[in-house]
């Protein structure tokens, strides 16, 4: 089992920057990737973007590309998603998941947290 709770959420202006933060445990958890998925409302949760523990990949989906940076703490067991140039369509809740790293580019997950709002206002 793994167990994900993320944290940093809030509310920007368009513009600003957040970083979200994911504690991850689990006897299992080096078997896995990490990856940030979010859902806006009215909208499916989608996936944002991966990498693993090793750290000999990492991907993103367009839109966040250039402007978001997910990186892995293995001393700490400890995820971040660094969100820089926020726009209102960032706009969502932010899911922490842990799974394999096909899976998660896939767009599904083994394991998710509970997620953190952030909101950018315009």
């Known amino acids: 089992q793994v167990q994900l709770i993320e944290s940093g959420g809030g509310l920007v202006q368009a513009g600003g920057s957040l970083r979200l933060s994911c504690a991850a445990s689990g006897r299992t958890l080096s078997s896995y990737a990490m990856g940030w998925f979010r859902q806006g409302p009215g909208k499916e949760r989608e996936f944002v973007a991966a990498a693993t523990w090793s750290g000999d990949r990492t991907y993103y989906v367009e839109p966040v590309k250039g402007r978001f940076t997910i990186s892995l703490n293995n001393a700490k067991n400890t995820v971040y998603l660094q969100m820089n140039s926020l726009k209102p369509e960032d706009t969502a809740v932010y899911y922490c998941?842990?799974?394999?790293?096909?899976?998660?580019?896939?767009?599904?997950?083994?394991?998710w947290g509970p997620g953190t709002q952030v909101t950018v206002s315009s």
């Open positions: 998941a842990a799974g394999l790293y096909y899976v998660l580019k896939g767009g599904s997950s083994d394991y």
